[in-house]
């Protein structure tokens, strides 16, 4: 998941309906996305396999990684790319060695350097700061700002993926900073010209973005 460019990290909606597959679809074809990770709370784990399996198809066609929430655990009996964790989901260690050297490991870091520090020293493939902005997905424990998204591009290599609130309207600011990922729910699900016009609007944004960043970096 290590790219020059910022890309879009996708979320499922919170509940999935019949139309999520077709939904998806046009997601896909809306544009680049570098991942879909599947975050389904108070459901059983044959909920989560059905909804791997409905996504997976899609997603491998468009060479979009699949990611599973908190479960390393159901992530490698899943097959799927790679599992995200938070702080209350077990500690990084157990995760890699639940779903192996190969697999993508994500760490929600919060608003923490220390958390971020120490998740990237022990291997972690991306950590995560957020939230940035208010948003109704979760009630966020946190609030993070622009200066930890540029500190951290000063001083650690492995990517951050920002995440709370995300819109294409506010998301220019974060990639300027230096976000690697931009993760969206509801601002691709909810938009009413539909997910693929909203994949397409969130692209152009951080195209912008990064034309800015590249110009900061050639005048500093």
């Known amino acids: 998941m290590t790219e020059d460019r910022c890309r879009l990290y996708l979320i499922t ?24 990770q599947v975050r389904l709370k108070n ?17 491998y066609a468009n060479d979009v990684a699949l990611i599973v929430n908190d479960r390393p655990d159901l992530a490698a009996a899943l097959g799927v790319d790679g599992v995200h964790i938070g702080a209350e989901d077990g500690s990084y260690a157990d995760a890699r060695a639940a779903v192996g050297p190969d697999a993508i490991v994500g760490v929600s870091c919060y608003d923490s350097r220390h958390l ?14 957020g939230a940035f902005f208010p948003t109704a997905t979760k ?10 998204l540029r500190w951290w591009q000063a001083m650690v290599t492995v990517p951050c993926v920002a995440i709370g609130g995300i819109t294409a309207e506010n998301c220019g600011d974060l990639v300027e900073a230096g976000a690697d990922f931009l993760a969206v729910v509801s601002g691709v699900w909810d938009y009413r010209p539909g997910p693929g016009a909203a994949v397409r609007a969130y692209n152009a944004k951080i195209d912008k973005g990064m ?5 900061e970096l050639r005048q500093s």
């Open 13 to 36: 909606p919170p509940h999935l309906d019949e139309g999520f597959v077709d939904r998806l679809g046009e997601a896909l074809a809306g544009g680049d996305i570098a991942c879909l």
């Open 43 to 59: 459901v059983n784990d044959t909920e989560v396999a059905r909804a791997v399996e409905a996504a997976r198809p899609l997603c």
């Open 116 to 129: 971020a520090l120490e998740a990237a020293e022990a291997g972690a493939d991306y950590i995560a700061f």
């Open 139 to 148: 009630v966020p424990p946190t609030r993070a700002d622009l200066d930890l």
């Open 211 to 215: 034309a800015r960043r590249d110009l």
